[in-house]
């Protein structure tokens, strides 16, 4: 089945540590991004990236860093420079296009707890 | 800086009524418009896109656009329980790399009731 595979599901962090979210998709899509939510609140961009070896930063890149060394996977990392990072995180993807490129497909999210 | 405003609820509807949800977008050269369902612990998942204005029908669900006045809504019609849910409201920006971006709503949480 494709889709989009993101791990792990919970993670538990201590202050000062840098983590690492994956995100995986076998749909071929081309894009890919990074959303954090926070309860109650709606869907902010960190980061996303149109092709391999090119990402933008989004709305809220302090503190986050990623890579796209190729077209399947684009890893989050949250550094230790994120000042408030207890978040529930979700990767995308979608079709390049003007209208195509916004039918996001979601990953099932990961849920990160600064101890 | 581009907006998307949505009532935060909780809208209550009894089983069977119209659920209507209402969004309201800032940004006037917005062209694309979308209406997301989340449940709660889930991930988002797209329910209805539409692109022009008027009114686009799948099944259940109808999505209204007017861009004059910046106004998205969603009507569910029939409304069963296993409609609650937190439904997210998303536009699209204009060129560039807004091609790639959408603004989200902070979403309306929606409760059918028995």
């Known amino acids: 089945d494709g889709g989009i595979t993101q791990s792990p599901k919970y993670l538990f962090r201590k202050e000062g540590q840098n983590v690492t979210l994956s995100c995986e998709q076998n749909?071929?899509?081309?894009?890919m991004y990074w959303y954090r939510q926070d309860p109650g609140q709606g869907l902010r961009l960190i980061y996303y990236?149109?092709?391999?070896?090119?990402?933008q930063k989004g709305d809220i890149a302090e503190g986050y860093s990623v890579s796209r060394e190729k077209k399947e996977s684009f890893p989050l990392t949250v550094t230790s420079a994120q000042k408030n990072p207890t978040a529930f995180y979700l990767c995308?993807?979608?079709?390049?296009?003007?209208?195509?490129?916004?039918?996001?497909?979601f990953g099932a999210g990961s849920r990160l707890t600064v101890l | 800086q581009k907006e998307v405003e949505q009532n935060s609820g909780p809208l209550s509807v009894p089983e069977g009524a119209i659920a209507s949800l209402n969004c309201t977008y800032s940004?006037?050269?917005?062209?694309?418009f979308f209406w997301y369902r989340q449940y709660s612990g889930k991930s988002p998942e797209l329910i209805m896109s539409?692109?022009?204005?008027g009114d686009k029908e799948d099944g259940r669900f109808t999505a209204q656009l007017n861009k004059a006045s910046q106004y998205v809504s969603l009507l569910i019609r029939d409304s069963q329980p296993s409609d609650s849910a937190t439904y997210l409201c998303?536009?699209?920006?204009?060129?560039?790399?807004?091609?790639?971006?959408?603004?989200f709503g902070k979403g309306t949480l929606l409760t059918v009731n028995p």
């Open positions: 995308a993807s979608s079709f390049p296009g003007a209208l195509g490129a916004n039918v996001l497909t």
């Open positions: 749909l071929n899509h081309d894009a």
């Open positions: 990236s149109q092709i391999v070896n090119d990402f």
């Open positions: 940004d006037r050269g917005s062209q694309s």
């Open positions: 539409i692109y022009s204005n």
């Open positions: 998303a536009t699209k920006g204009v060129g560039g790399g807004s091609n790639y971006k959408l603004t």
